[in-house]
């Protein structure tokens, strides 16, 4: 975090860090979208509860249903997580009761954040976490206007103890009982380079009558990254005379990179994962 605090001031590509921590500042860059997807938001016909269309494993806890592609994942198990508030909690692990599903044997492995999808009541998640509380705010935007552009500052947060280094692969992803926004990012508390170790899809989602709010966070890889942080060209953050404009454009060129990359070139394959998105039901 040295080197965070050193070069805070002369990068403005960093916004404040959210307040799920006082310990890490922002360093999210600002990035080129790619162009706006619109969808329409699903009908009525679009949410019944079956969903059998779908290719692969039905699978389902509780009031969370989905179909698992075969090439993605043999299964998975759902648990309930408690409610988390307390002191020795971490601020950004305050949650209410929610449920947490963990896919099995993931095609990726040995990577650093495991492949979970998670379902809060939306309700109740805001009033503890101002981040989750803005989150809903802008998905509630994007439900009502699906032509709303998808600007930085309308963009999804994931609530950890980092912070999002780029964003890229910007896209409306509807499931069959509400609507989200899914993208690639990398998380972490200093600036690194970009890598197969740590990229993730990451999509945050609002059921249709904002009851219950979706997470999911899968891991994924791309063709002309480094294996892992420690490899790779990135800029020397301690060329202080270099730095704002090195990271600036290194983020942008990353971010660029994977906007432009085929969808069957990630691993998995982007669409798949944007399927099962799409699979998932929320039936009480």
């Known amino acids: 975090m040295t080197r965070v605090s050193i070069f805070m001031s002369m990068i403005s590509i960093i916004s404040t860090l959210t307040a799920c921590s006082t310990n890490f500042p922002a360093l999210t860059p600002t990035i080129d979208t790619n162009p706006i997807v619109t969808i329409s938001p699903p009908t009525e016909d679009q949410v019944e509860?079956?969903?059998?269309p779908f290719a692969g494993t039905p699978m389902s806890f509780e009031y969370l249903q989905m179909v698992l592609p075969p090439t993605l994942t043999s299964g998975g198990r759902g648990s309930?997580?408690?409610h988390s508030q307390g002191?020795?909690?971490?601020?950004?692990?305050?949650?209410p009761e929610h449920m947490q599903f963990d896919l099995d044997d993931y095609i990726l492995q040995n990577i650093w954040l495991q492949p979970q999808i998670f379902v809060y009541p939306a309700e109740e998640y805001a009033m503890l976490q101002p981040t989750i509380a803005e989150n809903i705010t802008h998905l509630h935007e994007v439900l009502d206007n699906p032509n709303k552009p998808l600007t930085n500052d309308v963009l999804p947060t994931y609530l950890v103890?980092?912070?999002q280094l780029f964003t890229s692969n910007?896209?409306?992803?509807p499931f069959r009982t509400g609507l989200g926004i899914r993208l690639l990012t990398q998380i972490a508390q200093d600036f690194v380079a970009i890598n197969n170790h740590d990229l993730i899809y990451f999509f945050s989602g609002l059921t249709n009558d904002g009851k219950y709010y979706v997470v999911a966070i899968l891991p994924?890889?791309?063709?002309?990254?480094?294996?892992n942080y420690q490899s790779g060209e990135f800029p020397d953050p301690n060329d202080t005379s270099n730095v704002e404009n090195a990271l600036q454009e290194y983020y942008s060129n990353i971010t660029l990179l994977l906007n432009n990359t085929q969808a069957d070139s990630f691993t998995p394959n982007i669409n798949l994962l944007d399927t099962l998105i799409n699979s998932i039901n929320i039936v009480e």
């Open 49 to 52: 509860p079956t969903i059998m």
């Open 80 to 82: 309930k997580v408690p």
């Open 87 to 95: 002191a020795g909690i971490p601020p950004w692990e305050i949650s």
């Open 161 to 163: 103890n980092a912070t």
């Open 170 to 173: 910007i896209k409306i992803i």
């Open 220 to 227: 994924i890889n791309a063709p002309g990254l480094p294996e």
